[in-house]
């Protein structure tokens, strides 16, 4: 057999190996998601959609308040807010979005959620902080590291997590 022939031979083999990987990865990734989608905002939905079912801006105005004076509790968390939105519609929803520092201990965790447990909407947003950084580390992106979380107060409540690449 020539050269030629069986470095083609084994780049075919090298790319189909890698596709095959590839193809296992996302495979992996997504059987996580579902996995893991009730863990992550689960406990916490029928919490928010029922604090929701009011539609009032005073619902809002409660939530940017518990925020705004918990800020250094979130802080604690590992995590730092980065801002809010407000969705005016009916019904109005708030978005939160944070960004990534560091794990913090199951202790630490423990005693920031007895402290904030007065406050519903504070509880609720640190429980889905720490179940995110959970989902992520549960999935293992190889190069990828956690950068981002999202949380939709509403209705419709939600958790979306946002990755970079390392060193970025």
Known sequence: MSE????????EESS???????????????????EMKDDV?????KAIMDEFKESSI??????MEEINNSLGIITRSGYEFKGVNVSLGLPPSVSTSFH?????????????????K????VSMTLKCLFKAGDFYHSIKLGEYTLDGVSIT???????????????S
């Open 4 to 11: 030629e022939k069986i470095t083609a031979e084994q780049n």
């Open 16 to 34: 189909g190996s890698f596709l095959e990987k590839a193809k296992s990865a996302v495979t992996t990734v997504s059987e996580k998601i579902v």
């Open 41 to 45: 905002i689960g406990d916490e939905q």
């Open 58 to 63: 005073g619902k809002v105005k409660q939530v």
């Open 100 to 116: 990534y520092k560091k794990d913090i201990p199951d202790d630490e965790k423990a005693a920031l959620l007895e402290e904030a």
């Open 118 to 121: 007065e406050k519903k909407f």
């Open 153 to 167: 107060l509403g209705l419709t409540p939600g958790v979306s997590v946002g990755f970079k690449k390392k060193g």
